[in-house]
């Protein structure tokens, strides 16, 4: 079994931001595995937001948070990190992070097995 719980949401004003946390665990996890960030709008489908390879030197990032958030992890502490900047309302979402089972980089969802229960991020304008 794999555990992934994520931290750090909450309500901040347009411009403002938040860091978001995800702690990986359990005895089928394996430290070195790419992670992802997930959300989802009310209403909309669940979209790509970055990923971060398993030694963490490679990442990509959706266009439409490019320049303004930035993942990170610490092995260590089996936790990846989503600092996000220059917040807008349209990143209002519940933020969900997953874990593949391999150290490349995914974009895809379905190659993530281990998923979160998620964090409400909400925008205000």
């Known amino acids: 079994q794999v555990q992934v719980v994520e931290s750090g949401g909450g309500l901040v004003q347009a411009g403002g931001s938040l860091r978001l946390s995800c702690v990986a665990s359990?005895?089928?996890?394996?430290?070195?595995?790419?992670m992802g960030w997930f959300r989802q709008a009310p209403g909309k489908e669940r979209e790509f937001v970055t990923t971060?390879?398993?030694?963490?030197?490679?990442?990509s990032y959706a266009d439409s948070v490019k320049g303004r958030f930035t993942i990170s992890r610490d092995n260590a502490k089996n936790t990846v990190y989503l600092q996000m900047n220059t917040l807008k309302p349209e990143d209002t979402a519940v933020y969900y992070c997953?874990?593949?089972?391999?150290?490349?980089?995914?974009?895809?969802?379905?190659?993530?097995?281990?998923w979160g229960q998620g964090t409400q991020v909400t925008v205000s304008s």
């Open positions: 997953a874990a593949t089972r391999y150290s490349t980089i995914s974009l895809k969802a379905e190659e993530y097995p281990y």
């Open positions: 359990g005895r089928a996890f394996s430290t070195y595995v790419a």
């Open positions: 971060i390879s398993g030694n963490g030197y490679s990442t």
